[in-house]
């Protein structure tokens, strides 16, 4: 099992960045986006059932961030818009196989390698 992250970058407070998650070696429930910002804790940020597409979004986020995937290629974005400085982390892709609706670490066996997103002020 495989899950790929990428699409981090630099990118002015205001801007957007869609991020990336290709998952590959099996199917999965459900699959989401955590966060870890400098010297904090790693965050949930978003999560979504694979099949009916239920989302679910930290309030920090609700409005500016979409959760998506396309079941054609096996891949999950992060589309993240109005982007603010406090949005700056390592963006990390998560997967379940037998996600219902928790969105703590411990609810997802499978995480791909983070991605870095900087948004300058």
């Known amino acids: 099992v495989q899950l790929q992250a990428s699409g981090g970058g630099l990118v002015q407070a205001g801007g957007s960045l869609r991020l990336s998650c290709t998952a590959s070696?099996?199917?999965?429930?459900?699959v989401g986006w955590f966060r870890r910002a400098p010297g904090k804790e790693r965050e949930f940020v978003a999560v979504?059932?694979?099949?009916?597409?239920?989302?679910m979004y930290t309030d920090s986020v609700k409005g500016r961030f979409t959760i998506s995937r396309d079941n054609t290629n096996n891949t999950i974005y992060l589309q993240m818009n109005s982007l603010k400085p406090e949005d700056t982390a390592v963006y990390y892709c998560?997967?379940?196989?037998?996600?219902?609706?928790?969105?703590?670490?411990?609810?997802?066996?499978?995480w791909g390698q983070g991605t870095l997103v900087t948004v300058s002020s």
């Open positions: 070696g099996r199917t999965f429930s459900g």
């Open positions: 979504m059932n694979w099949r009916g597409g239920r989302k």
């Open positions: 998560a997967a379940s196989a037998d996600w219902y609706s928790g969105i703590k670490e411990p609810d997802f066996n499978f």
